[in-house]
């Protein structure tokens, strides 16, 4: 008696599983077709997107903005397009994800696509702040470095580079600031970091730059004075 | 399209009617120095053109040193002693605010719509911050044109061998390569033209532009050239300045300047590509030498400009220049003696022209790169030509400007990109 007991439970064990196997497998063999769908495509969205980027000159744009350098603080090396390609393609895959998941349960998959459309707006701005904090802090660095080294200042890349990334943690504090991500934190965070590099900076302009500050009182003492010819007319 | 003008000024063109002779004189707070250069101006016109009917124009930029009422109190016939023989007539004075965007540009089109309302023969336009003009000025400016049938008189002044080093490097060299007619200082700052150019640079709409602002000089040099009028050039002997204000940066000035030549090459791209030597302009004018005072240039200093430049502006330079003529640059820096070669300098012009034409980055930052080339550029030129002669030194620039024309093909090829 006890084996036809055993056969049965054993028997409607595996029914059961069968039976959730019929229903959970469709689900998880759509969820594989739509990830492997989704690499797929994100992949040749990539090489597509990046291929006609260079066409359209792209990097040559990027370039004169100084982003690649800009991209480069934030640990992407190589060129724009690539960069560009390879976050487009990403963005691309984690909607594929949720489908994905959505064939497993499509009530917890269609909030979570939900509420990600509902935050998609914002992590727009952010990246838009992010990529004009780019732009802007590579320009701005550019600027500085040649400027600076027209005045023969010699830490011309140290300002340079201390420029950018002020600008840089500028941005990223807005863009963070814009996506609600511990607004209070950032705010201190930023406070505090800016401040001590603004202290560090005073110090460094104290105890290494004596000359070059005395140079600068000079000058603005001088303002006042006779204007003197300079020795070489140049044009 | 001729600029608005006052109706106090318009009363005053009716009143004079016609005139053979104009000089105009730009100013913007110059009562130190203008008082002379209407002096000479008055006192030339009536030496040498003593039967023409003539004007001085004064196109002021608002001063607030009182240059206006000092122009108006000048008697335009005096003085008297010097003259030859009296004036039939008497030298009239316009003063004029100008209208538009602030610059000498600006003030220039003023004088060009005056010039072609009274229909004049003649121009000459002065700076009137010149210490050294005199009345033979005036001869030299207007003769050419009014005795010759010049269209354009470009000066030549004698300067020190290491003044105009912008000039002698670049601009000067350039637009002989490029427009094939050797005008020696083609932003001199005093010219004379003929009544046709007058009325030919104001109907070209450049006057919202930076033309108006700082580059006239030079755009009315190679408009001269690129348009075919007749061009010469006149010996005024030496040019001596008011003091400047040693607050205008030299990066700022260098950006004006070769960014004006660098517009114009895109503007007369189909005159400048055929073009493959260079002709002298005739000369009028005594030239002779005369002592000048010695110019002591900071060598060390721009060297060592240069020197750092070539390790952090590598970055820049890579959007202007080729790989080879980049390694070329950099390794200078460890050259003893320190030289920098006329080919390879030509070679760097003509990349940051091509990159300027490209917008391979942001323009004023591209030419505010380049100002460490130029003043390494500089010191090598003064350290080869130390005991060089005046003579010496203008060969070498020749030279210079020969291997512009040598190169032509690469800034072509450049250009193209």
């Given amino acids: 008696m006890w084996k036809d007991m055993l056969a049965d439970v054993i028997g409607q064990t595996l029914e059961g599983f069968r039976q959730e196997f019929a229903e959970f497998g469709p689900r998880l063999l759509a969820m594989t077709i739509v990830l492997v769908a989704g690499v797929v495509f994100a992949a040749l969205l990539r090489l597509v997107l990046r291929a006609l980027l260079r066409r359209l000159g792209f990097d040559r744009f990027a370039e004169r903005a100084g982003l690649p350098h800009a991209l480069g603080k934030f640990g992407f090396t190589g060129q724009a397009s690539g960069a560009v390609a390879a976050v487009t393609a990403f963005v691309v895959l984690a909607f594929f994800v949720l489908l994905a998941l959505g064939s497993l349960d499509p009530l917890f998959a269609r909030e979570l696509v939900s509420r990600a459309l509902a935050y998609l707006p914002q992590v727009l701005v952010a990246a838009a702040l992010i990529a004009l904090g780019a732009i802007v802090a590579g320009f701005v660095r550019r600027g500085v470095l040649i400027a600076a080294v027209n005045r023969g200042l010699p830490s011309a890349r140290l300002l340079a580079g201390f420029a950018q990334s002020a600008l840089l943690i500028l941005f990223a504090a807005m863009a963070l600031e814009h996506l609600g991500v511990g607004r209070q934190i950032i705010l201190v965070s930023f406070t505090i970091l800016f401040g001590g590099v603004v202290f560090a900076l005073s110090l460094a302009f104290g105890l290494a730059g004596r000359d070059l500050a005395r140079e600068l009182l000079e000058r603005l003492a001088r303002k006042g004075e006779e204007p003197r010819e300079d020795p070489l007319r140049h044009i | ?417």
């Fill in chain 2, 1 to 417: 399209m001729s600029p608005p003008l006052e109706a106090r000024v318009e009363a005053r063109l009716d009143e004079i009617g016609t005139a053979e002779l104009l000089v105009g004189i730009p100013s913007y707070n110059n009562a130190r120095t203008i008082g002379h250069v209407v002096r000479a101006a008055a006192s030339g016109l009536a030496k040498h053109f003593p039967d023409c009917r003539a004007v001085i124009v004064n196109s002021d930029g608002g001063s607030t040193d009182g240059t206006q009422e000092l122009v108006a109190s000048v008697n335009a016939a005096t003085p008297r002693a010097i003259l030859v023989r009296h004036p039939l007539t008497t030298a009239h004075k316009i003063i004029t605010p100008y209208h538009g965007v602030p610059g000498k540009g600006s003030a220039f089109r003023t004088i060009f719509a005056i010039a072609k309302r009274l229909g004049v023969r003649a121009c000459a336009v002065v700076d009137s911050d010149l210490r050294s003009i005199s009345p033979a000025w005036i001869e030299l400016l207007l003769g050419p044109v009014v005795h010759e049938g010049f269209d354009y008189v470009a000066p030549l002044y004698l300067r020190h061998k290491y003044d105009g080093t912008i000039t002698n490097s670049i601009v000067y060299p350039l637009t002989r390569a490029l427009y094939g007619r050797e005008v020696r200082q083609p932003i001199g700052g005093d010219f004379g033209f003929s009544g046709r150019l007058a009325a030919h640079y104001l109907d070209r709409e450049v006057w919202d532009s930076d033309v108006a602002r700082f580059g006239i000089d030079i755009w009315m040099t190679t408009t001269a050239l690129a348009d075919g009028f007749e061009v010469c050039e006149s010996f005024l002997g030496a040019k001596i300045h008011d003091p400047k204000d040693p607050g205008s940066d030299l990066a700022g000035m260098f950006v004006q300047v070769v960014s004006s030549v660098f517009d114009l090459m895109h503007v007369y791209r189909d005159r400048w590509e055929g073009v493959a030597s260079a002709q002298k302009v005739p000369l009028f004018g005594f030239p002779h030498g005369v002592g000048l005072e010695p110019v002591s240039v900071d060598v060390e200093r721009m060297i060592s400009i240069f020197r750092q430049a070539t390790r952090d502006l590598r970055e820049v330079w890579e959007a202007a220049l080729l790989p080879s003529d980049l390694s070329e640059v950099v390794a200078l820096s460890a050259a003893d003696p320190f030289r920098f070669p006329d080919p390879l300098w030509v070679r760097v012009v003509y990349g940051f022209a091509a990159a300027y034409e490209h917008v391979r980055l942001p323009r004023e930052q591209l030419l505010r790169s380049l100002v460490p080339l130029y003043l390494g550029r500089t010191a090598s030129f003064v350290l080869e030509t130390r005991t060089c002669g005046a003579e010496e030194v203008e060969q070498r620039i020749h030279a210079l400007a020969d291997e512009y024309v040598a190169q032509k093909p690469h800034l072509r090829e450049r250009w193209r990109g």
